[in-house]
Nanobody
Framework: VQLQASRGGLVQAGGSLRLSCEAS?????????LAWFRQVPGKEREGVSC????????YYADYVGGRFTISSDNAQNTIYLQMNSLKPEDTAVYYC???????????????????WGQGTLVTVSS
């Protein structure tokens, strides 16, 4: 299993950014938790959002507050994270990940479980 995240970027507070993550080595027809995590230097990696490849059910961390939307394109084996109303505290390295467990568990367990893409830096300026 391999995951390749798109480049992040610099965005002003209140702006939007979409991350994508292309997966290979498995298909979304299989039952996977497809997730985004993030990590600020000096802090633990935390779950952001997850989508179940089998039924499309989505999960979000409380701090997302309706600002982010996770989606997947099964034909393209790609996961997306649309981030709106970005705040400076959203600045972090974002990781996409996949695991053959449920989203509820994977968002809380995180690394080292599952397969992970390289991190991509998102910087939100105030």
């Amino acid at each position: 299993v391999q995951l390749q995240a798109s480049r992040g970027g610099l965005v002003q507070a209140g702006g939007s950014l979409r991350l994508s993550c292309e997966a290979s080595g498995f298909t979304f027809d299989e039952d996977y938790a497809l997730a985004w995590f993030r990590q600020v230097p000096g802090k633990e990696r935390e779950g952001v959002s997850c989508i179940s490849s089998s039924d499309g059910r989505t999960y979000y961390a409380d701090y997302v507050g309706g600002r982010f939307t996770i989606s997947s394109d099964n034909a393209q084996n790609t996961i997306y994270l649309q981030m709106n109303s970005l705040k400076p505290e959203d600045t972090a390295v974002y990781y996409c990940a996949a695991y053959r467990r449920g989203c509820y568990w994977f968002l809380r367990a995180g690394h080292p479980y599952g397969s992970w893409g390289q991190g991509t830096l998102v910087t939100v300026s105030s």
